[in-house]
């Protein structure tokens, strides 16, 4: 009799031999998966594409954020992000003037120095007079949209916490007017998260997702959850939680059939690069570790 391992590479043999199409599509299945398990995506860092750096859940002044800032800024020096986007709370806690000295100004001054501009989303533990703030570029605006210099890609920044009829109209109609091939939207609420503490918040998915998928956004930012999460792609979105740039809930993370990488041990942000039609990402830990990474392909409105 032959052995059950010796039957299965028979098996494999045949439908190679027989169905090439077959073979070589289970073959690269196999390699691809054994590539993203053994090697991260290096990103290009090719000179004049679109490089941004995204977390938030950040601003509370302790060891954890400027451990974790410090760690952006060592990234920064090899791989030159343009912006940041912050998915909200940026200040926790009190927001004195000092607060903003000591919670953002001081940890982050490298990146301010060498011209990186954080474009802030509010969360709700965040006062709305952050609008006025001019490091966060919000224009006195509790949500708008900017386009990347010289890029093809428009970044949608909302107000979630508290998202009005007027604010739901504009987003429509920014998105359904907007040419841009990349349509990026950040918020603080998500609408796909595995978070034990807050999770998916189904009302604003039903209010949202319906738009995104209409209008060809590719990425959605969020943060709420302090973990790292990254999606299995819904309709064919890509859903980031990135909310453990300071603040971190260890354990939070549930892993549901949801969860395509998840990562609550420490504090991470997200880096990503985009060129042409892909988007190359990492995720990276307080601690210098690449945690996440991949490619993700830019998606037509239908």
Not at 150 to 166: C, I, T
Not at 261 to 277: H, M, T
Request: charged content about 20%; proline content about 5%; glycine content about 8%.
């Amino acid at each position: 009799m032959i052995p059950m391992s010796a039957r299965r590479l028979v098996v494999a043999l045949t439908l190679a031999l027989c169905w090439p199409t077959v073979g070589r599509e289970l073959a690269a299945a196999g390699a691809q998966q054994v590539a993203r398990a053994s090697a991260p995506v290096k990103l290009p860092n090719r000179p004049g594409s679109l490089k941004f750096a995204a977390f938030g859940d950040f601003g509370n002044g302790n060891a954890a954020e400027y451990q974790t800032a410090a760690q952006l800024i060592k990234t920064h020096a090899g791989f030159r992000f343009d912006l940041v986007t912050t998915v909200g709370d940026n200040l926790l806690g009190s927001e004195t003037p000092q607060d903003f000295r000591d919670k953002f100004e001081i940890p982050y001054k490298p990146l301010l120095d060498s011209g990186v501009k954080f474009y802030a989303a509010l969360g709700n533990h965040d006062a709305r007079e952050q609008r006025d703030y001019k490091p966060f570029n919000m224009n006195g605006k509790l949500y708008y949209s900017f386009k990347a210099p010289n890029q093809d890609v428009r970044f949608f920044v909302l107000e979630s916490s508290d998202m009005s009829p007027d604010e739901v109209k504009w987003i429509d109609n920014e998105l359904r007017t907007s040419s841009e091939q990349w349509k990026i939207v950040c918020f603080h609420v998500p609408v796909y998260s595995s978070g034990a503490t807050h999770g998916s918040n189904l009302a604003l998915r039903a209010t949202l997702e319906p738009m995104f998928i209409k209008y060809g956004v590719s990425v959605v930012l969020s943060g709420h959850d302090h973990v790292y999460e990254r999606t299995k792609p819904q309709h064919g979105i890509t859903y980031f939680v990135v909310g453990s740039g300071g603040e971190l809930r260890r354990g939070d993370l549930r892993r549901t059939s949801l969860t395509a990488v998840g990562f609550d041990a420490d504090n991470a942000f997200l880096i990503a690069e985009i060129i042409d039609d892909s988007m190359y990402f990492n995720a990276i830990s307080r601690a210098g570790k690449i945690v996440d990474s991949g490619i993700i392909t830019v998606r037509k409105a239908p």
